[in-house]
């Protein structure tokens, strides 16, 4: 078992940085892979980024390649994501989650636990 509280999120103009954070109970972190997840209203939650359980391997939503960078910190039960050129279009809700099954999935059934979310608001 393992709980997820998320922060971070805020408002930014566009153009501009976000870091959320994403603290982890439990002594399980370490030995599982982590995923970034955004609803926007009216659309599915959708993949952002994800990492596997040393941090030695990411992969990105093709959205957010090349601006967002997850990253991990196992002795603090932490996971990251660094939002960088930020545009309205990346305003939802954000969401971490667990994958325990080490598949490193893109798609939300494979994640079996989730925070409860941060905002993320980019004004234009």
């Known amino acids: 078992q393992v709980q997820l509280v998320e922060s971070g999120g805020g408002l930014v103009q566009a153009g501009g940085s976000l870091r959320l954070s994403c603290a982890a109970s439990g002594r399980t972190f370490s030995s599982y892979n982590m995923g970034w997840f955004r609803q926007a209203p009216g659309k599915e939650r959708e993949f952002v980024a994800g990492?596997?359980?040393?941090?030695?391997?990411?992969y990105y939503a093709d959205s957010v390649k090349g601006r967002f960078t997850i990253s991990r910190d196992n002795a603090k039960n932490t996971v990251y994501l660094q939002m960088n050129s930020l545009t309205p279009e990346d305003t939802a809700p954000y969401y971490c989650?667990?994958?325990?099954?080490?598949?490193?999935?893109?798609?939300?059934?494979?994640?079996?636990?989730w925070g409860q979310g941060t905002q993320v608001t980019v004004s234009s």
């Open positions: 990492i596997n359980w040393s941090g030695r391997s990411t």
């Open positions: 989650a667990a994958e325990t099954t080490g598949l490193r999935s893109r798609s939300s059934d494979g994640y079996d636990y």
